[in-house]
């Protein structure tokens, strides 16, 4: 992935709105680091001074890329070209700057576009765009700018004030070349949306997180370029809905859904295979699926392999071992649970699990899977319980000359401790016995017991051993 686009994920200025997001952030984190690294490097900071109208794009491009601001190169290299034009004494930039190919002018203030020809004399070759956190609220400005680079491929607008907000068809067709958007937390209409999916003939991601959509409605032209859409923390319950995405967007291959409560999966395998042939990958992070049957019809998307599913109410009462196992065992064609590869082993012994895990429900409650699994492995025995605690107690025979008495003793005590126990048994002072440990299962005779400080869980003692008290001989 690109800069830019790892970039907006993880930059201070965008945390607010991608907080709650945190479960989707694993799929790109790695990267992120070493980006953001760079971009900073790159870019600078720039702090836009007040002003409660706004910035023009080529207000902030004039300050931040001039020569005073940002390095510049006369060969290879990163940095500003400074070409002399000899233009006008009043020109914002009357040295031609050919700017970097990647843009970052997040939260300068820029509410306007300001001179095309000036954009379209510096940005002529800049491919990715990053415009988060401004003051764009008009759409025919944002069009200008973007009209105006002709070779764009990435753009975020995410975090400008576009609620409400029309977009004139002919504004939307400057949008054509974009092949990466961002529109999270701007509350853009999902009328606008479907908009600019006509008009942008070459989309393929499409991020909408934060918007509020509780719906969405279906377009009668078919988006079949998209791959992506991360639509995380809104407010879409009803499968209904999520069924749209189908077939507005045949070719999607993953869709990045989480913090959406959507309570369960409600199509029949005919039409989940029939919408989503090539989906490859889901998220469902904190989603309010709480039916293994919804688990289960993940099964009937054809090309599923990867899938992401924490913080949902069916999984609540197992442990984590349990959980994954049980997930595992219910997805036979996912390689890639939670973002982690499962191996043939693990998922051998998931399956081994899941059959023992319902040997004790009764027919009717039986999973689909259950079935399946019998035939592969068989009905398998439950695995016997062992204990593998130490043990903290046995019950002896104490032989002292012609006595013998029956008596509980603790392991986790010293040979010292025991005869202080055996002083009102023997009637014996400890300083005038000594002990010998019979184990009664083994050929060998007694074991003195000579050193005070020896636990005796140290002699392997158990149920029905005989402990010998010798007095001392003066």
């Not at 953001?36 to 702090?47: L, N, S, Y």
């Not at 290299?77 to 009357?94: A, D, E, I, L």
């Not at 990958?281 to 309010?288: A, K, R, T």
């Not at 025979?397 to 012609?402: I, N």
Request: hydrophobic share 35%; proline share 5%; glycine share 4%.
């Amino acid at each position: 992935m690109n800069k830019a686009f790892l970039g907006f994920f993880d930059r201070p200025s965008v945390q607010k709105q991608k907080k709650t997001a945190s479960s989707n952030r694993g799929q790109i984190k790695a990267d992120i680091a070493s980006a953001e690294g760079e971009a900073a490097h790159q870019e600078g900071a720039m702090e836009p001074p007040e002003d409660n109208d706004g910035r023009t794009f080529v207000e902030v491009i004039s300050e931040k890329y001039s020569p005073e601001n940002f390095p510049y190169r006369r060969g290879p290299g990163m940095g500003v070209v400074v070409v002399s034009t000899g233009g006008p004494q009043g020109s914002p930039m009357k040295d031609r700057l050919n700017l970097p190919s990647v843009l970052v002018l997040n939260s300068c203030g820029i509410s306007r576009s300001g001179d095309q020809a000036e954009i379209a004399a510096f940005c002529a070759h800049v491919m990715e765009l990053d415009l988060s956190h401004n003051k764009l609220q008009d759409w025919h400005e944002i069009s200008k700018i973007v009209s105006n680079i002709p070779n764009l491929e990435f753009l975020n607008l995410s975090s400008n004030p576009l609620a409400g907000m029309t977009l004139e068809p002919r504004w939307a067709e400057a949008f054509s070349s974009v092949r990466r958007l961002v529109l999270n937390n701007t509350q853009v209409s999902w009328d606008t949306v479907l908009l600019l999916t006509r008009e942008m003939p070459e989309l393929e991601e499409l991020f909408l997180c934060h918007n509020e959509y509780s719906s969405v409605s279906s377009s009668s032209v078919a988006c079949s370029t998209l791959r992506l859409l991360h639509i995380t923390d809104n407010c879409l319950k009803d499968w209904a809905e999520v069924r749209k995405f189908g077939s507005m967007f045949p070719c999607l291959d993953t869709l990045v859904m989480a913090n959406n409560n959507l309570s369960s999966i409600q199509d029949s395998k005919d039409i989940l295979q029939r919408l989503f042939p090539k989906l490859r990958s889901i998220n469902l992070h904190n989603s309010g699926l709480n039916q293994w049957e919804d688990i289960e019809k993940l099964n009937f998307f054809p090309r599923l392999e990867e899938v992401r599913l924490q913080g949902i109410p069916l999984l609540q009462a197992y442990t984590n071992a349990e959980r994954r196992s049980l997930m595992i065992a219910q997805l036979p064609s996912v390689s890639l649970l939670n973002g982690s590869a499962v191996s043939d082993s693990e998922r051998e012994d998931a399956e081994r699990f899941f059959i023992r895990y319902y040997l004790d429900y009764p027919e009717e409650e039986l999973p689909y899977r259950y079935h399946s699994l019998v035939n592969k492995y068989g009905k398998l025995e439950p695995l016997a319980e062992i204990d593998l605690r130490p043990r903290c107690r046995a019950q002896v025979e104490v032989h002292c000359e012609e006595k013998i008495e029956q008596l509980s003793i603790r392991l986790d005590q010293t040979v010292a401790e025991l005869k202080k126990q055996l002083t009102t048994v023997v009637q014996l002072s400890t300083n005038s016995m000594r002990l010998y440990y019979i184990d009664k299962g083994s050929a060998f005779g007694p074991e003195e017991m000579k050193y005070n400080t020896r636990a005796l869980h140290s002699y392997s003692i158990q149920d029905g051993d005989e402990i010998l008290v010798v007095p001392k001989t003066k």
